[in-house]
């Protein structure tokens, strides 16, 4: 501690490694390269782990989708090669199966013009009931979404995606006008982004929305057929095990084999979910194994110098051997040494890390939010979180001190005597 408040003591340290300046720098320069390519590489790659599992984990994170297909196998009578199609009724029975949160059903998506004032605007219409509104993770961005009552009345109603809506009239609001779809009129009760990016059934920025059952009245479809169901279980349920109740079931109604991977197309978001963390666990994990590498060649590099420092400086060591300096006060200065010359480096590479995050924050960051629609741009950054920093800093200290230790014990191996002799 009194080494510390000592000024010569630090003055000392400085002209010791001032007597080179540019050995100095060069060998800092190896620090300071690994720990910013440790800390920028760790800010990036937990930033974007961040938004992509971030906007993953919402509503469709523990869902499954379901999709009716050309049959491959036979099953109870029924030959291979058969289409079929899924009903709404199975929605309503999935819906009711233990440890399911919701389920929901999206209907045909059509190619139509949205026609507004006369004017022609490329579209899809795609209908939606209300679980799948919800798992599909849109949001309200002016008015509102659909609601129970435009299912059940059969509303001529729509919802429009917010970008699109801007570009059909730019600085006018949408909500109440009427536009045309096909040959039918439909109100615009609402404009919508999507939150949720990762499970993109319908385009998001083209897409407009009108209720499941008003799409089925004015196409008088009869049956209620669904192009794709999905489930949501509850969040401390077994989502394979719901998968595949729901593939039993939807297989009994249909005299569809359950096995029939092909016939009864699905994915399961959560196992999607788990490896994309799992991947950039690994990224993470091999950005601290690069990092890390990076770093220690830096660190033997200072390492290595030290020893040079230590041989040169043989007879210094020698005359405080001999008038009586303390092995351990020997290994302390060249502990010191090595230590305060890896932590400026240490501390210029973590700092020019940090400013390069902040640059990328203002730049890079709103453009990939952007192109993800994400509206709220204060939940992400690619700024190093503190713990992790600290992590990272803990780490630069601890090859510091080892960078002094073998140097250190050559200092104190050195005889006085032999060390005197030397011209």
């Known amino acids: 501690m009194m080494h510390i408040l000592d000024i010569e003591w630090w003055n000392e340290i400085f002209q010791s490694l001032g007597r080179n300046k540019r050995r100095s720098i060069f060998t800092a320069l190896g620090v300071v390269w690994g720990t910013f390519m440790l800390v920028l590489l760790l800010g990036v790659g937990m930033g974007l782990s961040d938004i992509i599992v971030g906007e993953m984990a919402d509503n469709a994170s523990n869902s499954t989708f379901m999709f009716p297909q050309q049959t491959s196998v036979p099953y109870k009578g029924m030959k291979s090669g058969r289409w079929w199609n899924m009903r709404y009724s199975d929605v309503e029975e999935l ?12 209907g045909p998506t059509r190619s139509y013009k949205l026609v507004y004032n006369s004017t022609a605007h490329d579209s899809y219409t795609a209908a939606y009931d209300l679980g ?23 509303r001529k109603v729509c919802i429009v995606p917010k970008a699109m809506a801007e570009r059909i009239d730019p600085g006018n609001s949408l909500i109440g006008k009427a536009v045309r779809l096909g040959n039918t009129y439909f109100t615009v009760v609402g404009t919508y982004v999507k939150t949720n990016q990762m499970f993109n059934m319908t385009n998001p920025d083209r897409t407009v929305i009108i209720p499941y059952t008003t799409d089925n009245y004015i196409f008088n479809r009869g049956s209620l057929y669904v192009t794709a169901v999905t489930v949501t279980g509850e969040d401390d349920a077994d989502l394979s095990k719901i998968e595949a109740e729901c593939r039993r079931v939807i297989s009994d109604n249909h005299l569809v084999s359950p096995d029939d ?12 979910l788990d490896k994309i963390k799992g991947l950039f666990n690994g990224v993470i994990f091999l950005t601290w194994f690069v990092g890390a590498g990076t770093l220690l060649a830096g660190i033997i590099g200072i390492s290595n110098i030290m020893l040079i420092i230590v041989r040169e400086r043989r007879q210094e060591i020698g005359v405080r051997r001999a008038l ?76 510091s001190l080892a960078a002094g230790i073998l140097p ?16």
Do not use: C
């Open 324 to 399: 009586g300096a303390r092995p351990k006060e020997i290994i302390g200065q060249v502990l010191a040494e090595s230590t305060v010359l890896s932590l400026i480096a240490g501390i210029l590479g973590m700092t020019a890390a940090v400013l390069v995050q902040g640059v990328l924050d203002k730049t890079l960051l709103p453009v990939i939010l952007q192109n993800a629609y994400i509206e709220d741009h204060a939940l992400y950054t690619l700024q190093l979180p503190f713990g992790t920093a600290l992590l990272a800093f803990g780490l630069i200290l601890a090859g």
């Open 261 to 272: 991977d092909k016939a009864i197309y699905s994915f399961n978001a959560k196992e999607l």
């Open 95 to 106: 819906a009711g199966l233990p440890g399911v949160k919701r389920a929901g059903a999206l």
């Open 408 to 423: 250190a014990y050559k200092a104190i191996d050195i005889n006085a005597v032999d060390a005197l002799r030397e011209e």
């Open 132 to 154: 799948f509104q919800t798992t599909d993770g849109i949001q309200a961005a002016e008015g509102r979404l659909l609601n129970r009552i435009d299912m059940t009345r059969m």
